[in-house]
Each structure stands twice: as C-alpha cells, then as structure tokens.
C-alpha cells in the first residue's frame, strides 16, 4: 500500500524546493455550499478533532487517492446539491420516506433504445464520493451521522460473530465494538445531551432510564461481548428521540441484499444478512420497518465486488435494467423483496460536467501529478478519453496514460 | 401489251411495206398516252430525298458531320473575327487541358442511325474536339452566347455518366447527408468501422453577468474616470460524445490504449469537442477495432474540415494499416515458428536389411533429410 514520505523527512536537496507548496483551497462547509457558483469548484474535507475520513474511515477506493493527493480534496458537483437537498427534506420527517439510495444513471440515451444494452453500469462515477460529501456536510450541520463506509466488511466473514440464542441471529461483536466507538467520537456532543428512554438491563452494566446515551455506548465499548446488544439499544433511542436528526449512511449497499452473506453456519449453509444482527439492523432501517422519527437512510451502490453484484431485488426496487433474465420465472427472494420494498433511487450521472472535471484536472495538477504542464488540449483530451467518468479521468486518463 | 396497241394505231401492211413504216401519226410512246388510257403498272413517285447524303447509304453520319463542319466554320468565322483566332500559342498552351467524354463508337452510331467505323468515328471526335476547342476559347474569352451554343451542340455527344468516368480510380469525396453527417469507413486488421462523424451545435456564448453589472454613480463619478467594463463572453466548451455499437466509449473500450488510439485523430486535427461520433464496428479483436475506429474517424474530420487533411496525413492517420496477420507456411508450426530441430541418426541397412550393429528392421526409419 502506497504511504508517502512525511515532509519533514526529505532532507535530500533535490526535495528542498519552494515549490512544494500545498493548495488550499476553500472549506467544505455547509455555508460554502449555499452559492450556487459552488458547483463545479474543488474544495478540501474540513480536518478536525472529529475527522470524519479518520474516525469512520473510507471506502476502498478514496483511500489511495485521499493519500496521494496532499490533503482530501473534493469536487462538489450539481448532483451534490441534489442529494443534499433531498436529505435535509429528512430533517423534520421520518426516515420511512426518506430512504434513499444512490445508483448509477443507466438512463444515458442511446440512439437505437431496441439494441439497449445494459451491463454493471458507469462504475467510477462517484456515488462514493457523494455519499462522503453527504455525511460530511450533516455532520457539520450537527446531524447524528452513522456512516459505515465497507458494509461489505459485515457479510464478507471477515471479523467475528457469534449466535445469540435469545436474539436467534448471529452477533458480530468485534464490529459493533468499532462502529460504537467510532459513533461515539463524531457524535459526541449530541449523544450527551441525549438521555436513555428505556433501561439496558445487564448483569454486569446496566443502565438506568435517563442517562446519557454515551454511557450506552460506554458500556459497549468496555465490553465487546456487550457491544451488539448496546448498538441495538442505542439504535432503538436513536429512533424514539426527536431533537436531533439522524442520517444513516451505507456505502456498498448492495452486499447487504446478497442472499447469502460469506458466513456459515455449523452446517456449512451461508447465513443470511437478515439473520446476522448488524446487516439484519441495516436492513430493516433501510426497508421501513423501523424508523427514525427525524432522519433519512442514505445509501450507494459499489460496482468493484464481482461477489456482492447488485441482486435482482434490488436493482427491481431502484428501477434499473438488467441485462440477464429477469422475467416472471425467475426466482426472487421474498425476503429481500420486502427488505428493498420503498427505496428511492437517485441516479449519479455518468459524466461529470466540464468545469467540474477542470476542477479535477486542476487539483490534480497542482498537487504535481500531471506529466506534462496543465493544458487545455491535455485536458479535454483525458475528458474525451474518459468520456466525462471521474475514475477513468483521474486514474486512467491522469495517472496512467503516457499521452502528451 | 404494246403490240397490241399498235395494232390498233395502224393497219396491218404488208412485208414490203414494213421496211420503211409511215405513220399515219407520231410515234407517242405508251407511258405518254393520256386519253383513255391508265397506266398498266402503279408507277410510284419518286420522292426527292431532302440530302445529297442519302445516296451515301450513312446518310445520319455525312449529315452531322456537314452540320458540326458547319458549325466550325461559323465559329471560326466568329472568333476570327473577334480576333480570338489565330490563338498565340503561348496561350493556348496556357489555356487548362479539356476532359470531354464523348459517347462510343456502338453509341454514336445508334444516335446517327447509320454505320460507323471506326475510321470515321476518329473523324467524326477530331471535329468534336475541334468544336471542343473553340467552345472553351469563346468560355474563356467571355463570349458567352457563342460558349452556349456551342456547349448545346456538345453536350449532346458527350455521355451521360462523364463525372463518373472522370472520377474513375480517384477517391469518392465524402457525402453528407441532410443534417451535415459524414459516413466513412475505417478498417484495420480484420475489422470495420462504419463511422458517422456529427458537428456538435455550439450553444450561443453566454455574457458574464459580473461584467454586465454597473456601479450605481455616485456625487463624484464625473471627476473620476470610470474604467470601461467590457462583458466578458464565456465560451461554452463542448465535448466529444462517442458511441460505438450502440454502448458508450469506456465501456466498449475498457482500455485506456484503445481509446487514445480512437480518439487520437481528434487529438492532433484539434478538434476534440467539436464532433461526435456514432459507429458500429464489427469484426477482429479491440486493436483492430480500434484502429478501425480511428481511421474511420480520421477520414470523416478531413471531410469536414479539409484544412487537417494535410496534418492527419502527415501523421499518418488516414492511411489504412496494411499490416495483416501473416500465414502460416506448410512445414512449420506458424507463420515463423518451426517444430523441434531434432537430429535423427543416420544408418543404412545392407541386403539382408540389418544395420551395421546387426540390428534388423522391417521398415527403413524415417529420415526426413534424405
């Protein structure tokens, strides 16, 4: 993994240059988004003591790129004040018609629409990064956020789980464990002021009616055997409560609406997302069946895992075309068809605009990455190349090609 | 019949008398006699033909050559005395070198109605070329009556498909159709690309509002000078939208090459943004697609802009890549790979079909050198 050397360490004169000057640019701030001249401008992922991109962490595919680049910049982009506006819709309404989830736009028109052709969609168009924009501008507009960045990490068997006789679903402690100390460090403000409307009834911490929420979550933390039963807690007085908003944010969506997750039982038989207790709380948030009285579920679909492909439940929920069978006589999954029953579908546009890749380009290129000096022919060059995609633009058309 | 009639006319005399015979009137020949007599045979008018040319039996052929002679003649005469003739050589050496297409001999026979060798079809194009001649002199010179006269007489003669013969071996110029779209083909390797290159309609440029705005004066504005805001005009930039097999660019081409291949023709004309692409390429492998893709695209911007002929050339874009995959010859494995060079032993068997070691064999070992 590519880690770049500290500044303070390049003591070799070829590195003593005056040129090694950082861009600062502006804040990504709720107050900067308010100018509608914002679109198409790159601004930087404000840095706190709550750092977001440090404290819940991001997708697989932002962490190279956040590292190459000096400091975690961002291109805001027409969609983004779309995606923000529909959410903070949520602010005063419950979270059962609030759900949301962000998907490629596969209604690029062709000319010929007999000869349709559909396949995984414009990956790399940005429903990662939007989805980040999202959590970060109600973070700062001191939402409750739960943003869990790989909810590939929770079907995939990749950290412990348990079954729980009493609950009948398999309990992951080591990731409830994080999640909770993770919620804790950005929404700690807000989880103080919050008191505990039910008591958590436990031999070795309880906690009574009326505590502070943190104290819930507290108790998680000092006892991961105790953490998926207080993330459940919390998650129930997060849906009572009503002062403060709650923006639930999913990035790989779609893994959780596979039919089986990687884990197994003591028959070998993969377990269901629905009987593991982490995805089985996603899931029912994101279909309705639990609400938050304030608050919106916010997810994005992930094209990168062949293994967690968007399912035909889902993909018939959100309204995209599927190119392999699809018709009367193909098995759906009734579960997952209720789990996926309601969500909206908001379609990332595969093409950027121009003036939001020329941000691109220009970040990039004064973060010294381009080849050659930054030129127009270079740049709608790499745009054509790219066809307007952010990822082909950046990692193949900026970083890959030799092309003058 | 005549004897008869002159029975009738004189009596009968004797032998002596016949030596010296009198006529009691003058001899009147029958075809003269008109009382009461019809002619025994229908005698048919002889009709006068309308030219001496008929009894040359090509009388079509004598007639146009007259009438196109003629008409050199008078031409002659006008241009002579127009002072256009005789022409110093040093401009008729000038003057740009004449096409005509005049119809085949089988044709203009057919049009003459009349046989025509091949003798008299080479007479008949000297003087057609020499009307040729003094039709481009009048054009030239700006007599523009006489020009189309002549150019009526001509144009007759000449065939119908005479772009068509003239354009024969030289490359088709690109058509477009009603909405301003090329057609071209690329092919490269095994592969085609039909490849419809479309303008991209440039939105009108939009003015800066910044500009337009105005500072409200105030008290003192006339002593101090303002300076002049001229609005900015924002340019609009357009880009490139390529379709390929009805599927977008990245991802009919998932390779970076591939597509800096297709999109270089663009790159170096200067003119990304301008155009859109729209093709369905079939055949081959994606390099071979392509480059298929890129010629065809190369092809269509020179037609619309022949300006960048000249550079995509030079760049030898709008060559087609003869390279082909090459066969595979008998004897070896590929087209260059040979088998394994093996070294067979080398023994004979005497007489008796055993080798030197004593060994017999039925059947002699197969040595592929000898």
Redesign the interface.
Same mark, same amino acid.
């Given at each position: 993994m590519f880690l770049p050397l500290p500044a303070n360490q390049l003591k070799a004169p070829i590195f003593q240059t005056d040129q090694r000057k950082v861009l600062e640019l502006p804040t990504f701030r709720p107050e900067a988004l308010r100018d509608p001249t914002v679109v198409g401008k790159a601004l930087q992922f404000p840095k706190s003591e709550n750092d977001i991109l440090l404290a819940y962490g991001v997708p697989k595919s932002l962490v190279i790129e956040f590292r190459l680049l000096p400091k975690p910049y961002t291109v805001v982009r027409d969609v983004t004040l779309t995606i923000l506006d529909q959410v903070s819709v949520a602010r005063t309404k419950s979270s059962k018609n609030n759900r949301a989830v962000l998907s490629m736009s596969i209604s690029?028109k062709?000319?010929?629409p007999i000869?349709?052709?559909v396949?995984a969609g414009?990956a790399g168009c940005g429903k990662s990064v939007l989805l980040l924009q999202a959590v970060e501008h109600f973070v700062a507009k001191k939402w409750i956020v739960l943003y869990i960045p790989r909810a590939l990490t929770l079907v995939n068997s990749s950290s412990h789980y348990i079954y729980d006789p009493r609950t009948r679903t398999y309990l992951q402690p080591d990731f409830s464990y994080e999640l909770l100390r993770r919620f804790q460090q950005i929404n700690k403000a807000a989880l103080e002021k919050l008191k505990t409307t039910k008591a958590f009834v436990s031999d070795t911490a309880p906690v009574r009616v009326g505590a502070p929420l943190t104290r819930l979550i507290d108790v998680g933390i000092e006892n991961k055997s105790l953490a998926p039963v207080a993330l459940s807690a919390l998650f129930e007085e997060l849906s009572q409560q009503t002062e403060h908003p709650v923006l639930l944010a999913v990035d790989d969506f779609q893994a959780l609406y596979r039919h089986t997750t990687l884990y197994r039982d003591p028959l070998f038989h993969g377990i269901k997302p629905y009987h593991m207790s982490l995805p089985r709380l996603l899931l029912e948030y994101a279909s309705g069946k639990k609400v938050f009285q304030r608050g919106a579920v916010l997810g994005a679909l992930s094209t990168a895992h062949t293994i967690f492909q968007l399912p035909l439940e889902l993909r018939e929920a959100l309204g995209i075309p599927y190119d392999r069978p699809s018709g009367p006589y193909v098995r759906r999954k009734p579960e997952m068809v209720e789990y996926a029953k309601g969500l909206k579908n908001i379609p990332v546009p595969?093409q950027m605009q121009?003036d939001e890749a020329a941000s691109l380009y220009e970040v990039w290129g004064q973060s010294h990455w381009l080849r050659t000096a930054p030129n127009d022919?270079g740049f709608?060059?790499t745009?054509?190349?790219? %066809?307007?995609?952010p990822r082909?633009f950046v990692w193949?058309?900026l970083l890959?090609?030799y %092309?003058l | 019949m005549f004897n008869l009639l002159r029975l009738h006319a004189r009596p009968a005399t004797s032998a002596l008398q016949t030596a010296r015979r009198c006529y009691a009137t003058a001899f009147v020949p029958p075809a003269s006699l008109t009382e009461g007599m019809t002619s025994p045979l229908p005698v048919k008018p002889k009709v006068k033909p309308d030219s001496p040319t008929f009894y040359t039996a090509r009388a079509g052929y004598f007639d146009g050559l007259t009438a196109l002679e003629d008409a050199i003649t008078d031409t002659r005469r006008a241009l002579t005395a127009l002072q256009l003739l005789p022409l110093p050589q040093s401009v008729r050496k000038a003057l740009p070198p004449l096409q005509p297409v005049w119809h085949t001999k089988d044709t203009l026979a057919g049009h003459l109605s009349a046989i025509v060798t091949t003798s008299k079809y080479r007479r008949y194009i000297r003087v057609l070329d020499q009307l040729n001649e003094y039709r481009q002199i009048a054009e030239i010179a700006g007599v523009v009556e006489l020009a189309e006269n002549l150019a009526d007489i001509i144009t007759s003669f000449e065939r119908e498909n005479k772009e068509a013969v003239l354009a024969h071996g030289k490359k088709k110029p690109v058509q477009f159709d009603e909405y301003g779209r090329s057609y071209t083909l690329g092919r490269r390797k095994e592969s085609t690309a039909r490849v419809w290159v479309i303008p991209v309609k440039t939105p009108e440029a939009a003015v800066s509002q910044s500009a337009l705005q105005t500072e409200s004066p105030g008290e003192l504005s006339h002593f101090i000078p303002q300076p002049l805001t001229i609005p900015t005009k924002i340019l609009p930039v357009t880009t490139t939208n390529i379709i390929v097999n009805n599927a977008p660019f990245i991802e009919y081409f998932p390779q970076l090459t591939d597509r800096e291949r297709a999109i270089l023709p663009l790159k170096i004309a200067g003119l990304l943004g301008a155009y859109n692409v729209f093709a369905i390429v079939r055949g081959g492998g994606t390099t071979g697609q392509s480059g298929a893709l890129s010629l065809g695209i190369a092809k269509g911007l020179a037609a619309h802009v022949p300006e960048v002929a000249a550079i995509l050339a030079k760049a030898k874009l709008l060559r087609r890549d003869p390279r082909m995959v090459e066969r595979k010859k008998t004897g070896l494995a590929k087209s260059h790979k040979a088998g394994v060079h093996l070294r067979l032993p080398r023994f004979t068997l005497d007489n008796e079909g055993k080798t030197k070691a004593g060994l017999e064999y039925e059947n002699k070992p197969n040595d592929s050198r000898e």
């Open positions: 690029y062709l000319p010929i000869l349709t052709k396949s414009p595969a121009i022919e709608l060059a745009y054509t190349q790219a %066809a307007g995609n082909e193949k058309g890959q090609s %092309a | -």
